[in-house]
Nanobody, 123 residues
Framework: QVQLVESGGGLVQAGGSLRLSCAAS????????VAWFRQAPGKEREFVVG????????NYADSVKGRFTVSRDNASDTVYLQMNSLKPEDTAVYYC????????????????WGRGTQVTVSS
């Protein structure tokens, strides 16, 4: 089964940028649609963005539209999340998740998850 490892998180000031990576191994990555979720302390895990198997189709949460950009490189089995104009409310643990059926906004849709990477945005 595919394994996922997120990286690229860290501490950044408001207005700054980070690029997260989600590296997959152990499966045919191009068979999976991928999503990013995030979970802030005391809050439920929420959908951030989904990207289709080929990368041609994406779906962003309203809260990140115009600031975040998702992309994928199936040759290297990696999905990226470029985060610009970061705000303190973007502070959360960011997770990637995959499913062969496509993307959805509910956590229960996904068959595999990474362990997450912490993003902290200071004001």
């Amino acid at each position: 089964q595919v394994q996922l490892v997120e990286s690229g998180g860290g501490l950044v000031q408001a207005g700054g940028s980070l690029r997260l990576s989600c590296a997959a191994s152990g499966g045919t990555f191009s068979s999976y649609a991928v999503a990013w979720f995030r979970q802030a302390p005391g809050k439920e895990r929420e959908f951030v963005v989904g990207i289709s198997w080929t990368g041609r189709s994406t779906n962003y949460a309203d809260s990140v539209k115009g600031r975040f950009t998702v992309s994928r490189d199936n040759a290297s089995d990696t999905v990226y999340l470029q985060m610009n104009s970061l705000k303190p409310e973007d502070t959360a643990v960011y997770y990637c998740a995959v499913d062969r059926r496509g993307t959805g906004e509910k956590t229960r849709w996904y068959e595999r998850w990474g362990r997450g990477t912490q993003v902290t945005v200071s004001s």
